[in-house]
């Protein structure tokens, strides 16, 4: 069981806007900075967000994220079919003193 | 951008070092992170190292067992994982993260598969 929280799946059609959340502890989220990672299946995982809101050079606009106290959200506009994947947040825990991963969204195209 | 050596096969007990090759230009700014696969499972943060500070931080439940190094001179960081057991299966990632020009830029390896089986 992760200690970030994520739904299992989302869907959206081309086009669409969609969102995915992630949802923590004062431990993690709440205090330091989230992480998202877009993974195609038998792929790396390749960063899309960090420090909470900031996107990587080459990762498109239509990608964008927030948090709020301990939780935290991923927005994808504009979805393409090429969006299809595994998206994960992370965070550092300050109890655990290591970075911790959600539990993965599948994101489906429709 | 990140080359990482090939998919291995071991027994439970033995050790297992994977390699990730970079160009040696970028090498020094990297900050480098390992995370792991299991078969059909989400991503598990095993470790990070900072190339010029080599302070190596690792997930506490691998404490123990887990070394991550790097050799600046090949511009390659490794992870050694010891008294590997079956569930230590998984694929292995590196990442490497590193800033220029006010932004932030990331390499990728291909990722390793380890397979721990009598």
């Known amino acids: 069981q992760s200690v970030l929280t994520q739904s299992p799946s989302v869907s959206g059609t081309p086009g669409q806007r969609v969102a995915v959340s992630c949802s923590g502890s004062?431990?993690?989220?709440?205090?330091?900075?989230v992480y998202w990672y877009q993974q195609v299946p038998g792929t790396a995982p390749k960063l899309l967000i960090y420090?909470?809101?900031q996107r990587p050079s080459g990762v498109p606009d239509r990608f964008s994220a927030s948090k709020s106290g301990t939780s935290a959200s991923l927005a994808i506009t504009g979805l393409r079919s090429e969006d299809e994947a595994d998206y994960y947040c992370a965070a550092w825990d300050d109890s655990l003193n290591g970075m911790i991963f959600g539990g993965g969204t599948k994101l489906t195209v429709l | 951008q990140l080359v990482q050596s090939g998919a291995e096969v071991k027994k439970p007990g033995a050790s297992v070092s994977v390699s990730c090759k970079a160009s040696?230009?970028?090498?020094?700014?990297?900050?480098i992170h390992w995370v792991r696969q299991a078969p059909g499972q989400g991503l598990e943060w095993v470790g990070w190292?900072?190339?010029?500070?080599?302070?190596?931080?690792?997930a506490r439940k691998l404490q123990g067992r887990v070394t991550i190094t790097t050799d600046t001179s090949a511009a390659t960081a490794y992870l050694e994982l010891r008294s590997l057991r079956p569930d230590d299966t998984a694929t292995y990632f590196c990442s490497a993260l590193f800033g220029s020009g006010g932004s932030l830029f990331e390499h990728r390896g291909q990722g390793t598969l380890i397979i721990v089986s009598a």
């Open positions: 190292i900072t190339v010029k500070d080599d302070k190596p931080n690792y």
């Open positions: 004062s431990s993690n989220i709440g205090s330091n900075s």
């Open positions: 420090k909470s809101d």
């Open positions: 040696i230009n970028t090498f020094m700014k990297y900050g």
